[in-house]
């Protein structure tokens, strides 16, 4: 009986133990974990696309109320960004109170535009002149959403691929010779009159121009005064003769060292992401009047990574130039006109600036 009593009391006292312990506190720290990391990426996302689409409606808003009240030239309704990696853009329409007016909003915190800065305007018919992407980034995600406009007006989020830039451009032909219209006339020059002489006096001599006399230019004879009765001699002041410059070492002046500068050629391309020819691009920065040894480097304005960037040469002494090369990424996010900043450090001149149009 004793011996049964002691093996029902070890059953009764066994449990876990340490590593299983910290195993199991393992597993439920790294499911929480991806359960933390998964809400906020829903979060993220979900603020992307909510700011997408709200920034979308106001250029839907702006839209209709260029047609609603057959706006003028003066009076079209309008929305605008301010560049890579700015927050607020601004519509200008007629909220309700009668009048057009401009209102300023922003993205929510973490969300920023990465295309270049643009004024869309709607005429009377609801169209733009030419169509445009806005991007919408995050810089949780490293993403961007984009807001495609038309030149109809039409818009879209979050679309890859858009009518506009894929309907190649159309040819009018130039129809002559079906107006019979009378040439524009030559003007016949009038010839200019001859004088006629006067018939009551065909001998009259022409009067003479008379010669005018010069006045004579009276020799001095005075001694430097008012009066005529001197003995020649004037006495006029002499001219000061100039004192030479001591001999010696003169000071130089510095001759001012020109500034240097920084220059991109071309200053602009346009590349496409299903044209294979079209994938890179490059562009020549090139340093003047420069001294010393600098480091190259090229970013996309607003710490965007819509596109793929290449520096040949990362270090110059002196003169000399380095090719930037762009090239296109896949995806709706990779779409629109993207500003590339090439830095120099230390720096020379401005910074110049690529900008850089990617279409379907």
């Known amino acids: 009986m004793k011996r049964n009593s002691r093996t029902a009391t070890r059953q009764r006292q066994q449990g876990f133990t340490i590593p299983q312990m910290l195993i199991t506190i393992a597993i439920i720290a790294i499911i929480s974990t991806f359960g933390v990391l998964g809400i906020r990426n829903a979060r993220a996302e979900?603020?992307?696309?909510?700011?997408?689409?709200?920034?979308?409606?106001?250029?839907?808003?702006?839209?209709?109320?260029?047609?609603?009240?057959?706006?003028?030239?003066?009076?079209?309704?309008?929305?605008?960004?301010?560049?890579?990696?700015?927050?607020?853009?601004?519509?200008?329409?007629?909220?309700?109170?009668?009048?057009?007016?401009?209102?300023?909003?922003?993205?929510?915190?973490?969300?920023?535009?990465?295309?270049?800065?643009?004024?869309?305007?709607?005429?009377?018919?609801?169209?733009?002149?030419?169509?445009?992407?806005?991007?919408?980034?995050s810089d949780y995600l490293q993403r961007s959403l984009p807001v495609d406009v038309s030149g109809s007006g039409d818009i879209t989020v979050g679309e890859q691929h858009f009518p506009d830039q894929l309907i190649p451009a159309v040819e009018i032909s130039q129809v002559t010779g079906d107006v019979n219209a009378d040439p524009t006339p030559?003007?016949?020059?009038?010839?200019?009159?001859?004088?006629?002489?006067?018939?009551?006096?065909?001998?009259?001599?022409?009067?003479?121009?008379?010669?005018?006399?010069?006045?004579?230019?009276?020799?001095?004879?005075?001694?430097?005064?008012?009066?005529?009765?001197?003995?020649?001699?004037?006495?006029?002041?002499?001219?000061?003769?100039?004192?030479?410059?001591?001999?010696?070492?003169?000071?130089?002046?510095?001759?001012?060292?020109?500034?240097?500068?920084?220059?991109?050629?071309?200053?602009?391309l346009s590349l496409s992401q299903s044209d294979s020819s079209r994938h890179t691009g490059t562009a020549t920065f090139t340093m003047t009047n420069a001294t010393g040894v600098r480091m190259i480097s090229a970013s996309q304005a607003g710490n965007g990574n819509s596109l793929t960037l290449g520096v040949s040469l990362q270090r110059i002494d002196g003169n000399g130039s380095s090719v930037i090369s762009v090239t296109t990424k896949n995806g709706a996010g990779n779409r629109g006109v993207f500003i590339v900043e090439i830095s120099t450090d230390p720096a020379c001149g401005s910074k110049p600036q690529l900008t850089v149009s990617v279409s379907n």
């Open 186 to 268: 030559i003007p016949t020059p009038t010839p200019t009159p001859t004088p006629t002489p006067n018939p009551s006096n065909p001998n009259a001599t022409p009067t003479p121009t008379p010669t005018p006399t010069p006045t004579p230019t009276p020799t001095p004879n005075g001694n430097g005064n008012n009066g005529n009765n001197g003995n020649g001699n004037g006495n006029a002041t002499p001219t000061p003769t100039p004192t030479p410059t001591p001999s010696g070492n003169p000071t130089p002046t510095p001759t001012p060292l020109p500034q240097c500068v920084s220059t991109i050629s071309p200053s602009s």
């Open 46 to 137: 979900f603020n992307l696309q909510n700011n997408a689409r709200l920034f979308a409606t106001y250029i839907e808003k702006a839209r209709l109320d260029s047609i609603r009240r057959h706006a003028t030239s003066a009076q079209e309704s309008s929305i605008e960004t301010f560049g890579p990696g700015t927050t607020a853009y601004t519509v200008t329409m007629d909220f309700g109170s009668g009048a057009v007016e401009t209102r300023t909003f922003n993205l929510e915190s973490g969300l920023n535009f990465q295309t270049a800065a643009k004024k869309v305007t709607f005429n009377w018919r609801g169209r733009i002149t030419e169509a445009w992407v806005f991007q919408v980034h």
